[in-house]
Structures are given as structure tokens and as C-alpha cells.
């Protein structure tokens, strides 16, 4: 359907800017074919198209797992590839991508979109601690799911490491009649929602575009429309309901929904426990674990009853200034109206989960008729919902590169980092985090320089912690010793032939976003290349910066995704 009537603008407020009107390829009815036109209807005329097809690049990265070639997303998503090179040069300015070779990756800095709809939403802070104790005491996956019209998209995952455990990420999109949580959140459908339901059936009966699910192998009829229907009428009654291998053999989940408080008492998220049939039957879960999840789902309750709306914490403002020196800068390769457009999803946040035109103009420094037009695009293509004067991010927002970069480790965020640092300096570069037993450092990222004589060790390699710079910013975090004390205090080790003679080295901490270290970056020379002094003039303010790029990334992975070392 057409965009919700706004506040009147002027007409210059409703014309395109230059950046808009120039852009060639597709037609934006086009692209919002190609990436689904969200809450349907025929495209806007305000809408910003390059926004659009900025969108389409970004869920096809997210679809192909993050890494896609220029060429491969030219054929994805039908756009000219100059449209191509200049959508990801631009996205590669705001650290949402990175290029390598002829390949674009998704970079953990894309995660503040999603971040900035988790922040909104409330719930994943105030929820997951109890889903992570109840995974702790029953050893089984639990995760939070909200409704995406037909379909439920996890907030929350808390998940064991065994040979066989759940896969599914954080933003992946599942169908609802194929889960637990699809039925509770079913018994709240209208008549409208239910035909679009059947309509999305009819239209993709193998579910081709839920990707994290395996594609049905027979076509749905009417049978298994009842069988749903059912399924919903018994999750009413209940007030829970089960999965019993209806996703893939041997996947089993029970779910009890998580209650708004207020007299409506609507579904706020679902809870659920999911095992593997060789540990328990679907007929198990319910009799020995449900008890259990209840309870959980009793104290998600009061969490919610309890605590009291936060602050509104700092809006990213000032970013159209940004995005303008981007533009003076790259001049035509930058698209502004497609960054300006995705700053309006940052506006968003904690304490900011509705925010009215104003105030979205306002936290992000951009022009009314600029946020206006991104909000119509949103609102189109399924990212925000209007609620009178106000706009709140959707579940949908989690679609744009949540799922894959969700499961990024310390050591993938850093790999990067480490071999512009290594172009930058020409000595090999490593990251390593402290073993369990803290005597040893493990190293889990490296990048060589190619040298006649180098310093030849490889990732994985265990080292004493106590020989090495790399463990001396470790230890100094962990221990209270005064041979220590120097590196607290300066803020990185230099280690000067102790390991190994002729073997010079400098490390720096990394810090988690409450600031624990909790790896180190270094570099190892050869002594006839620098020596101690320069090492410190010269390579500690690239690793001292390298490291800050790191943390950034990492803080970025880490707000609501558990991030391991390697």
C-alpha cells in the first residue's frame, strides 16, 4: 500500500536532490522488485531510489553470507555495474563493505544498523541474561524470536557447541508455519494477515526465499494450511507450542510467548528451547523442560514489568556533515542521498525506539525533506512502521547483514586491520589471545610481509606469555606484578631479544567494550631493521591505531552478539 500521509513539506522539500535525479539504471519500481517491495503497493514517487538499489546490494551480500564478487552482484541484483561500483565505493566510504580483489565483504560496522533496532527494541537487553542462564542450567540452545509478519526473525541466541547444535543466527528470517514460535505469534494474525500468509505460500511454496531454512521437498496443500491452522489453535490454548522436526530431521523446540505487560498482554517475543532428537523427543521437552522455560518466561515477564524506560542516550548527530565531505571528497563515485538515507536508521536507538520526523532530522543533522524521503523509503520497503506522527525501526532492519556478520569472530575482525598494517609498515604483523592456563599466548590472526628474513611462525603457535610482547599486555591486564607495572601504565610491551635472539617486538592491547583486554596485536622484526627506540617512535603509533580500528569493529560485533576470540 502506499505511504501514511506525513507532515506537509514544501515543494522544494519534496523534489530530488541532484545526487538522486543523476543516478542511472533500473527504474527504484525496478529494484524494490528485486529486494521485495515490503508492505507492497507501487513505489512512491518521494522515494529515494538510489536508497533503494543500496538496499538491494546490501540483502544480496547478506543473502550470499557476506562476500559477493562486483560481477556476481551485478547478475543479482540487474543493476548497471557502474551503479554497482559506485553503490559499494560508497558503502566501502562508510565501513559498511570492504573490497578484496574483485570481492565485497560486509564489514562488522553495517551491525549499527541492526544494532540501532536491538537498542530500540529493548528487549534483547533485558531478555537475553535469562535465556543465557536457562541455556547454562538445561545445556540446550535458547533463543528469542519476534514476529516479521508471516515469518519470525531471532533477536537472541544462546547456543551450545556440541557436534550437532543449532545454526541459526541473529536476523534470520524463518517461516512461521515451520517453528515453534510461528503458531503463538499466529494466534494474533488478523484475516488480512492469515491471506497474506497464503499468499506468500502460493507464491514461494518451497520457501526459496527463507535461505536459512532447507527448501521444502514437496509442494503445500491444503493439508498442511490446516495443519498450521491447528497448530495455532492449539498454541492458544496451551500457551506454548512445539516444532517437532518440521524444519529438518532431528530438530526438536518448544516455545511459551513473552507477554507485554498491560491489559492487552500482547506477545512482546517467544522463548524457546531447541535440543536434537538424540537428546531429547519432542514429547520430552515438553513434559521434563517446559516447567523450566515457564519459569524463565515468568521472570522475562517481570523484567519487562519492572524496569523502567531508559534515557534516551546520545543520537549520532552531525552525520550530514560527514556524508557532505564524503561527497566533496569522492565527488560522483560517493552517493550521498544513499548515505544520508541509511543514517536515518542510526537516528534510532536506546531510549529512541519512536521517533517523530523532527527528531530523526535532528539526532542526524540532515535536512527535514532528506529524512522524510528516507522515511517513506523505509516505510515502503518494510523497514520502519508509522504510528501516528512517530516511526519505529521493524525486525526487517536485521536483514541487512546481521545474520552472517553475527557469527564474525575476534579474529576475522582483525585480519583485515592486520594486513593494512602490514602494507603500511612492511613488517608481519600478529593478533593472539592468553590460554586458559595463562602461561602461554595463542596466536589466532596473522599477516607476513614477504622479507629474505622474516619471523616465521604461524597461526595456532603457542608461545610463553611472559617471553613475548604479546603476552606481557596480556598478563599485565590479569596480573598484579610489578615487572608488569610499566606496561599497564604505557600501554604496550616492548620485547627486545628475550624470546629469541635478533627477535624485536612491540604489542598493544585489545580491549572489549568494557574495557577488558582481551587480545593483543603486535609486530616481530628482525633487531637489524629498527631499533628499540624507533620501534617505539615509528611502528607503536600504526599498531596504537590499528588497534582503535580493531576495538571499534569489535565493540560494533560485540553490543549484542557474543563475539569469541577465534
Given at each position: 500500500?502506499?505511504?501514511?500521509?506525513?507532515?506537509?513539506?514544501?515543494?522544494?522539500e519534496?523534489?530530488?536532490?541532484?545526487?538522486?535525479?543523476?543516478e542511472?539504471?533500473?527504474?527504484?519500481?525496478?529494484?524494490a522488485?528485486?529486494?521485495?517491495?515490503g508492505t507492497?503497493?507501487?513505489?512512491?514517487?518521494?522515494?529515494?531510489?538510489?536508497?533503494?538499489?543500496?538496499?538491494?546490494?546490501l540483502?544480496?551480500?547478506t543473502e550470499?553470507?557476506?562476500t559477493?564478487?562486483?560481477?556476481?552482484?551485478?547478475?543479482?541484483?540487474?543493476?548497471?555495474?557502474?551503479?554497482?561500483d559506485?553503490?559499494?565505493?560508497?558503502l566501502?566510504r562508510?565501513?559498511?563493505?570492504?573490497?578484496?580483489?574483485?570481492?565485497?565483504?560486509?564489514?562488522?560496522?553495517?551491525?549499527?544498523?541492526?544494532?540501532?533496532?536491538?537498542?530500540a527494541l529493548?528487549?534483547?537487553?533485558?531478555?537475553?541474561?535469562?535465556?543465557?542462564?536457562?541455556a547454562?542450567?538445561?545445556?540446550?540452545?535458547?533463543?528469542?524470536?519476534?514476529?516479521?509478519?508471516?515469518?519470525?526473525?531471532?533477536?537472541h541466541?544462546?547456543?551450545?557447541?556440541?557436534?550437532?547444535s543449532?545454526?541459526f543466527?541473529?536476523?534470520?528470517?524463518?517461516?512461521?508455519e515451520?517453528?515453534?514460535?510461528?503458531?503463538?505469534f499466529?494466534?494474533e494474525?488478523?484475516?488480512a494477515?492469515?491471506?497474506?500468509?497464503r499468499?506468500?505460500?502460493?507464491?514461494?511454496?518451497?520457501?526459496l526465499?527463507?535461505?536459512a531454512?532447507?527448501?521444502?521437498t514437496?509442494r503445500p496443500?491444503a493439508?498442511?494450511?490446516?495443519?498450521?491452522v491447528r497448530?495455532?489453535?492449539?498454541?492458544?490454548?496451551?500457551?506454548?507450542?512445539?516444532d517437532?522436526?518440521?524444519?529438518?530431521?532431528?530438530?526438536v523446540?518448544i516455545?511459551?510467548?513473552?507477554?507485554?505487560?498491560?491489559?492487552?498482554?500482547?506477545i512482546?517475543?517467544?522463548?524457546?528451547?531447541v535440543?536434537?532428537?538424540?537428546?531429547?523427543?519432542?514429547?520430552n521437552?515438553?513434559?521434563?523442560?517446559?516447567?523450566?522455560?515457564?519459569?524463565?518466561?515468568?521472570?522475562?515477564?517481570?523484567?519487562?514489568?519492572?524496569?523502567?524506560?531508559?534515557?534516551?542516550?546520545?543520537?549520532?548527530?552531525d552525520?550530514?556533515?560527514?556524508?557532505?565531505?564524503?561527497k566533496?571528497?569522492?565527488?560522483?563515485?560517493f552517493?550521498e542521498?544513499?548515505?544520508r538515507?541509511?543514517?536515518?536508521?542510526?537516528?534510532?536507538?536506546?531510549?529512541r525506539?519512536?521517533?517523530?520526523?523532527t527528531?530523526?532530522?535532528?539526532?542526524?543533522?540532515?535536512?527535514?525533506?532528506?529524512?522524510?524521503?528516507?522515511?517513506?523509503?523505509?516505510?515502503?520497503?518494510?523497514?520502519?512502521a508509522?504510528a501516528?506522527?512517530?516511526?519505529?525501526?521493524?525486525?526487517?532492519v536485521?536483514s541487512?547483514?546481521?545474520?552472517?556478520?553475527?557469527?564474525?569472530?575476534l579474529?576475522?575482525i582483525?585480519?583485515?586491520?592486520?594486513?593494512?598494517?602490514?602494507?603500511?609498515?612492511?613488517?608481519s604483523?600478529?593478533?593472539?589471545?592468553?590460554?586458559?592456563?595463562?602461561?602461554e599466548?595463542?596466536l589466532?590472526?596473522?599477516?607476513?610481509?614477504?622479507?629474505?628474513?622474516s619471523?616465521?611462525?604461524?597461526?595456532?603457535?603457542?608461545?610463553p606469555?611472559?617471553?613475548?610482547?604479546?603476552?606481557?599486555?596480556?598478563?599485565?591486564?590479569?596480573?598484579?606484578?610489578?615487572a608488569l607495572?610499566?606496561?599497564?601504565?604505557?600501554?604496550?610491551?616492548?620485547?627486545?631479544e628475550?624470546l629469541?635472539?635478533?627477535?624485536?617486538?612491540?604489542?598493544?592491547?585489545?580491549?572489549?567494550?568494557?574495557?577488558?583486554?582481551?587480545?593483543?596485536?603486535?609486530?616481530?622484526?628482525?633487531?637489524s631493521?629498527?631499533t628499540?627506540r624507533?620501534?617505539?617512535?615509528?611502528?607503536?603509533?600504526?599498531?596504537?591505531?590499528?588497534?582503535?580500528?580493531?576495538?571499534t569493529?569489535?565493540?560494533t560485533?560485540?553490543?549484542?552478539?557474543?563475539?569469541?576470540?577465534?
Open positions: 500500500m502506499p505511504a501514511k500521509p506525513m507532515p506537509e513539506t514544501t515543494p522544494e519534496s523534489a530530488p536532490t541532484a545526487d538522486e535525479a543523476d542511472k539504471g533500473p527504474s527504484a519500481e525496478g529494484t522488485a528485486l529486494i521485495g517491495s507492497g503497493g507501487s513505489v512512491p514517487a518521494e522515494a529515494v531510489a538510489p536508497l533503494i538499489r543500496g538496499i538491494a546490494v540483502r544480496e551480500l550470499a553470507n557476506g559477493l564478487s562486483l560481477s556476481g552482484l551485478e547478475r543479482a541484483t540487474g543493476l548497471a555495474r557502474s551503479t554497482v559506485r553503490i559499494t565505493a560508497t566501502a562508510m565501513g559498511y563493505v570492504r573490497f578484496d580483489g574483485r570481492d565485497v565483504h560486509l564489514s562488522p560496522r553495517l551491525m549499527e544498523l541492526g544494532n540501532a533496532y536491538l537498542a529493548r528487549l534483547p537487553a533485558l531478555l537475553s541474561p535469562h535465556a543465557d542462564a536457562l547454562d542450567a538445561l545445556d540446550e540452545s535458547v533463543s528469542l524470536a519476534v514476529a516479521d509478519q508471516d515469518g519470525i526473525r531471532f533477536i541466541q544462546a547456543t551450545r557447541r556440541r557436534a550437532m543449532l545454526s543466527r541473529i536476523g534470520d528470517l524463518l517461516p512461521a515451520r517453528t515453534a514460535p510461528g503458531p503463538l499466529a494466534t494474525w488478523t484475516a494477515d492469515w491471506q497474506r500468509w499468499d506468500r505460500r502460493a507464491a514461494d511454496p518451497r520457501d526465499s527463507f535461505t531454512v532447507p527448501p521444502r514437496h496443500d493439508r498442511d494450511d490446516d495443519t498450521f497448530r495455532t489453535e492449539e498454541a492458544s490454548a496451551n500457551g506454548w507450542s512445539l517437532d522436526q518440521l524444519i529438518e530431521p532431528g530438530l523446540a516455545s511459551v510467548p513473552v507477554r507485554l505487560p498491560g491489559a492487552d498482554g500482547r512482546a517475543s517467544v522463548a524457546s528451547v535440543s536434537h532428537t538424540s537428546r531429547h523427543t519432542a514429547h521437552l515438553r513434559t521434563t523442560l517446559l516447567p523450566r522455560l515457564r519459569s524463565t518466561v515468568e521472570a522475562m515477564e517481570r523484567e519487562l514489568r519492572d524496569t523502567p524506560p531508559p534515557e534516551p542516550g546520545p543520537p549520532p548527530a552525520l550530514a556533515l560527514w556524508t557532505g565531505a564524503s566533496q571528497q569522492l565527488g560522483r563515485e552517493i542521498s544513499l548515505a538515507g541509511l543514517t536515518v536508521l542510526t537516528a534510532f536507538g536506546e531510549g525506539e519512536e521517533l517523530t520526523l527528531e530523526v532530522a535532528r539526532a542526524t543533522g540532515l535536512a527535514r525533506a532528506t529524512a522524510r524521503r528516507a522515511l517513506i523509503t523505509y516505510e515502503h520497503l518494510g523497514l520502519v508509522p501516528g506522527r512517530t516511526f519505529t525501526p521493524t525486525p526487517r536485521l541487512l547483514g546481521f545474520p552472517p556478520l553475527s557469527r564474525t569472530t579474529s576475522e582483525a585480519q583485515p586491520h592486520l594486513a593494512d598494517l602490514t602494507s603500511r609498515i612492511h613488517e604483523t600478529s593478533l593472539a589471545v592468553l590460554s586458559d592456563s595463562g602461561e599466548i595463542q589466532t590472526a596473522r599477516v607476513t610481509t614477504a622479507r629474505v628474513m619471523v616465521n611462525i604461524t597461526v595456532g603457535t603457542r608461545l606469555a611472559y617471553a613475548t610482547a604479546l603476552g606481557r599486555v596480556l598478563l599485565a591486564d590479569t596480573r598484579d606484578e610489578e607495572a610499566p606496561v599497564r601504565s604505557q600501554g604496550y610491551a616492548l620485547v627486545d628475550e629469541e635472539e635478533g627477535l624485536r617486538s612491540i604489542a598493544v592491547p585489545i580491549r572489549d567494550r568494557s574495557g577488558r583486554v582481551v587480545a593483543a596485536l603486535n609486530t616481530a622484526l628482525h633487531a631493521r629498527r628499540a624507533e620501534c617505539v617512535t615509528d611502528l607503536l603509533p600504526e599498531l596504537t591505531a590499528t588497534a582503535t580500528r580493531i576495538q569493529d569489535f565493540h560485533a560485540a553490543r549484542f552478539t557474543h563475539v569469541p576470540a577465534s
